[in-house]
């Protein structure tokens, strides 16, 4: 189900409008204010209303809307692809005439301010419908790859991809952008050190993006950005490297079990830490084990 906080509210009676869904899926694991999901619509009418929260849409299918909102209507030919994008609080009505496939990112406004904190208090944002931005469309096509696979990446590179496509619709569709700049530098040797203790004192759980930018004292945009040009690797891939180092030194303990480790390396499944551990590393943690026991 959709995070309950996001809804379509109708103009004329404030209630909740229903959504005409025929399949829906969603992905695990995201942080509160941040939905993704993958939807087929029936055909239907929206009347004048809106959004709670941000929403932007990849088209998956052809098909054709129109737009209504203040000053303008807005026919599109809804070629896969293609995507659409409503702020919060903005006053639309939408109608299709087909079934309608779309796999759509929503954010509440305050992660938006939280993400970009100390820049901006609020970011505005214009409508969109019908465009092209294929950078934003290959970041929501890999979540829904991502959880079409059953999430094997974890929450961690959910919420970062996520991340990405949030600084993408600031960049192209915030009616004042704000300043984040590009961080310079590395991190403060101090804060290196601080961020990646924490790290290595919490891979038998998750740790979200807000936890690191807190640890180092940044916004999430920043931290991602200094963390990369610090280590070389974004914090999604360090930690599941630091995760399998830890692994490989549980491993060499025959006391342990494998269900045992995987807990203690963060992952509640363990076909899931198998699959992060041989993508690392080439093999099975069982085939690794028994090459190091001769």
Known sequence: MPHPEMARIDSRSGEVHPVPVISSAVLAGLPSGVSFQHTTLSPGQWPEGHLTWHSVAVHRNQTKESYVWPGARRPVSGTPG???????????????????????????????????????????????????????AHLLLNLDSEMNAGNPSGALYAESISAAAIAQLIRTHACAPPRLGVPKGRLPRNRLARIVEYIDANLHRHVSLAELAGVVEM????????????????????????????????????????????????????????????????????????????
């Open 219 to 294: 916004n999430v945009f920043h931290m991602l950005r200094t963390f990369k040009t610090t280590l070389g690797v974004p914090p999604h891939r360090y930690i599941l490297h630091r995760r399998v180092e830890r692994a490989k030194s549980l491993l060499r303990d025959p006391a342990l079990t494998l269900s045992e480790i995987t807990f203690r390396c963060g992952y509640a499944e363990q076909s899931s830490f198998t699959r992060a551990f041989q993508k690392v590393t080439g093999a099975a943690p069982g085939t690794y084990r028994n090459s190091i026991a001769r």
């Open 82 to 136: 293609l995507l659409d994008f409503i702020p919060a609080q903005f006053p639309f009505s939408v109608g299709w005439t087909e079934p309608f496939e779309v796999i759509s990112l929503s954010i509440s406004p305050d992660f938006v301010s939280e993400f970009v904190q100390p820049a901006s208090p609020c970011v505005e944002f214009r409508p969109d419908a019908g465009f092209a931005d294929p950078l934003l």
